[in-house]
T-cell receptor, first 109, second 120 residues
Framework: RKEVEQDPGPFNVPEGATVAFNCTYSNSASQSFFWYRQDCRKEPKLLMSVYSSGNEDGRFTAQLNRASQYISLLIRDSKLSDSATYLC??????????FGAGTTVTVRA | GAVVSQHPSRVICKSGTSVKIECRSLDFQATTMFWYRQFPKQSLMLMATSNEGSKATYEQGVEKDKFLINHASLTLSTLTVTSAHPEDSSFYIC????????????????FGPGTRLTVL
């Protein structure tokens, strides 16, 4: 079983729509959770950390459900520039990261 | 702040040659650097963790004699792919973890732009 599993998508949504997707992780001892964004043929960039209480950063909202071991990301009012692959990342400690394969989002005009 | 560079960005080589990739933290000292590999449509896979001045720790299934890692200073780590073969063609990405006092957060890894290796 993979440590981090994501729906690969793609999620094709019109501009202005809301899109949401989850990832699940297998190790219940995981401590830190992140969403990264990766554009085609580029390096991943940190989008946001995910906290137990849930957190919001502008149009992005992340939720963590430890009991069910899943993390979600919701994007409101989608922009064309939100088109990317979103990587769910989980860590047992501060440094060693386990990456999901990514969920592809395409926002169309 | 917290910028990581990688060089080269792209390399094409013949089978059997060795390729060295450099990873530098430009504005902070990185006590720990990480090397990842990403095949198309797959997740980043951690290859090894590199601590300055000590031997790298390799993940299971990664051959340490094939992927030589040197972390000689707090701002530079190198990955050498020895005797490269076509199956080694991949996107290699390094990351650096900030240390106390550096511009970046200590709980965040900052990624280099990656090196695309193609072995013919």
């Amino acid at each position: 079983r993979k440590e981090v599993e994501q729906d690969p998508g793609p999620f094709n949504v019109p501009e202005g729509a809301t899109v949401a997707f989850n990832c699940t992780y297998s190790n219940s001892a995981s401590q830190s959770f992140f969403w990264y964004r990766q554009d085609c043929r580029k390096e991943p960039k940190l989008l946001m950390s995910v906290y137990s209480s849930g957190n919001e950063d502008g149009r992005f909202t992340a939720q963590l459900n430890r009991a069910s071991q899943y993390i979600s990301l919701l994007i409101r009012d989608s922009k064309l520039s939100d088109s990317a692959t979103y990587l769910c990342v989980v860590s047992l400690n501060d440094y060693k990261l386990s990456f999901g394969a990514g969920t592809t989002v395409t926002v169309r005009a | 702040g917290a910028v990581v560079s990688q060089h080269p960005s792209r390399v094409i080589c013949k089978s059997g040659t060795s390729v060295k990739i450099e990873c530098r933290s430009l504005d902070f000292q990185a006590t720990t650097m990480f090397w990842y590999r990403q095949f198309p449509k797959q997740s980043l896979m951690l290859m090894a963790t590199s601590n300055e001045g000590s031997k790298a720790t390799y993940e299971q299934g990664v051959e340490k004699d094939k992927f030589l890692i040197n972390h000689a200073s707090l701002t530079l780590s190198t990955l050498t792919v020895t005797s490269a073969h076509p199956e080694d063609s991949s996107f290699y990405i390094c990351s650096a973890a900030g240390s106390s006092g550096s511009p970046g957060r200590t709980d965040t890894q900052y990624f280099g732009p990656g090196t695309r290796l193609t072995v013919l």
